[in-house]
């Protein structure tokens, strides 16, 4: 994706980041200010995270089609402001601005490009930390299938998050035993969910990944009054049942 056909204007995030490239591509968060118990006609900010790294690279495809069906599940139901934040490469991590058109979104997700590197968790939660200190953010959701970092300066952003009330939704990819139990962690002191990202269950994803949305714009109260199956599978985790 060339530099100057982004359909939203990129920004740094304000972490010490250092992009490694000079193509355009940006990544995305989702938000928008309000709290977590909110009537299901409320607005939300999101954060939806993803590693960019080269092992993501199969199933990329998959991730942006479910995101897609997470988007197009919440604009039925309120205002959803989300963010998409994305790292890659030797340091590279970015986000985009805090946006209501997640068509644009999906096709920002379309242009961007993984690149070998190492993960940068931290980063996506000290920027999350950062936002909801602007504006509450109501969820953040990270998608990955490695952790190559300490687990506890992790556990620290993931705890400071918890108590701001932003929860982190993990979407593991793969089996990796070392990645889930800091995963699992991460989502436990967050107050958020951890489950495993699987091609095989597609149709499940869509419907949890649509049921965080949900959260974001309503709350609990949102997730009961709809009641799906990933609504409730969410619930069951939000409450201490699930994991």
Not at 27 to 44: H, M, V, W
Not at 113 to 119: A, K, L, W
Not at 215 to 225: I, P
């Amino acid at each position: 994706m060339s530099d100057n056909k982004q359909p939203v204007p990129a920004k740094a995030d304000t972490a010490p980041v250092k992009p490694q490239s000079s193509a355009g591509e940006i990544d995305a968060f989702i938000r928008q200010a309000k709290t977590l118990a909110e009537s299901a006609t409320g607005a939300g900010r999101l954060i939806l995270s993803l590693d960019a790294t080269m092992s993501r690279q199969p199933t990329w495809d998959l991730a942006n089609a479910l995101q897609g069906e997470m988007f197009d599940a919440v604009g039925k139901v309120g205002s959803l402001s989300v963010q998409l934040v994305y790292f890659r490469g030797l340091g590279e991590c970015r986000s985009s601005a805090f946006v209501t058109d997640t068509n644009a979104l999906k096709q920002l997700m379309i242009g961007i490009e993984c690149r070998s590197g190492n993960t940068q968790i931290g980063k996506v939660l000290a920027h999350a930390l950062k936002e909801t200190a602007k504006a509450k953010v109501n969820a953040l959701v990270y998608i990955g299938d490695a952790m190559e970092e300490n687990p506890d300066d992790l556990a620290d952003k993931a705890a400071s998050l918890g108590l701001h009330g932003v929860p982190v939704f993990v979407f593991q990819e793969g089996h990796d035993s070392g990645a889930e139990k800091a995963f699992k962690e991460i989502a436990r002191l967050s107050k958020g969910a951890w489950f495993r990202f699987d091609r095989r269950a597609a149709a499940t994803l869509a419907g949890l990944l649509s049921a965080v949305a949900m959260f974001a714009t309503g709350g609990l109260k949102a997730l009961e009054a709809r009641g799906s199956p990933g609504d409730r599978l969410l619930i069951e985790h939000l409450r201490g049942s699930g994991s």
